[in-house]
């Protein structure tokens, strides 16, 4: 068997519910690191960083699907709701972090921060592009709004997971090579599906996020 046929076929046994356990149990597993003490000098700040950068490495995962698909004959697509619905879950504990243990539920100060710090700015705007996929990441949505325009409304991650990376990128304030891998591997991603497609694929994607 190629190693394209092992992998789809182990994909085929293996169900999708596990990433929803392990993805519940890290954000736990880091609260308890950074109440024990082992996140270093600034643990807020790590829980922040590290829930964000989950989150973004989800993003770059679900973006993956598709070109794996198309171009390696992968099928991963039963994994890419599970994928975006934990993303968004870190993307909001990110969110949180910072509103609660960072900035102490000062709303109006969190506001002017929103507002005067443009690596803010960029990633609320990436949660608000990526919430109407949250809330529409199930079946029903998809029968209620139809294959087309579901397919349509979730074309979102795209912006929303360039809106993460700069965010990324401008909070460091630098240009090192962390960010910016995550930025061009997201635009190589995206690239891809520019590409024209000579035949069409079988599979039908629908059922998923993160396309």
Known sequence: M??????NSGARRVPAWPLYV????????????????LLGV??????????GLWALKLIVAGLCITPLRRFAGINLLKYRRAIGVIAFFYVVLHLLAWLVLDMGLLWAQALGDIVKRPYITMGMAGLLLLLPLALTSNDWSLRRLGTARWRQLHRLTYPAAVAGAVHYLWLVKAWPLAPILYLAAILALL?????PKTARTGANPVRVSLR
């Open 22 to 37: 392990v993805g519940a149990l890290l954000p736990a597993l880091l609260l308890w690191a950074g109440a024990s003490g």
């Open 42 to 51: 600034e643990p807020v700040k790590e829980i922040e960083h590290r829930l």
């Open 2 to 7: 190629s190693l394209t046929g092992a992998i």
């Open 191 to 195: 690239g891809l599906r520019l590409i």
